[in-house]
């Protein structure tokens, strides 16, 4: 899911995310590592983010079964949109 690239984008910290969107950090730290949402918590996070639920289901090109650090993650995230 790309809520961790939409969170980025926007500069904002889990916790305002959490905060934003009325999930906690722990849910949201979970979406971000590629754990399945419930539909509440993509309807929250579609309202946040202004997108639509299937904008946010939508697959990286990234495998989310990979073993990169989340610092690894964001460095290929931030060269792809130097691209």
Do not use: C
């Not at 980025?8 to 590629?34: D, K, P, Y």
């Not at 996070?45 to 639509?52: G, I, K, Q, S, Y």
């Not at 946010?56 to 964001?74: A, G, P, R, V, Y």
């Amino acid at each position: 899911m790309i809520v961790r690239k939409l969170r980025l984008q926007r500069g904002w910290s889990q916790e305002q995310l959490a905060q934003f969107s009325g999930l906690s950090v722990r849910t949201i730290q979970r979406i971000e590592r590629g754990k399945t949402a419930g539909l509440e918590s993509l309807k929250s996070l579609a309202a946040v983010f202004e997108v639509t639920i299937q904008d946010l289901q939508q697959e990286t090109t990234m495998d989310t079964n990979t073993n990169l650090s989340d610092k690894e993650i964001e460095v290929i995230e931030h060269v792809k949109d130097i691209k």
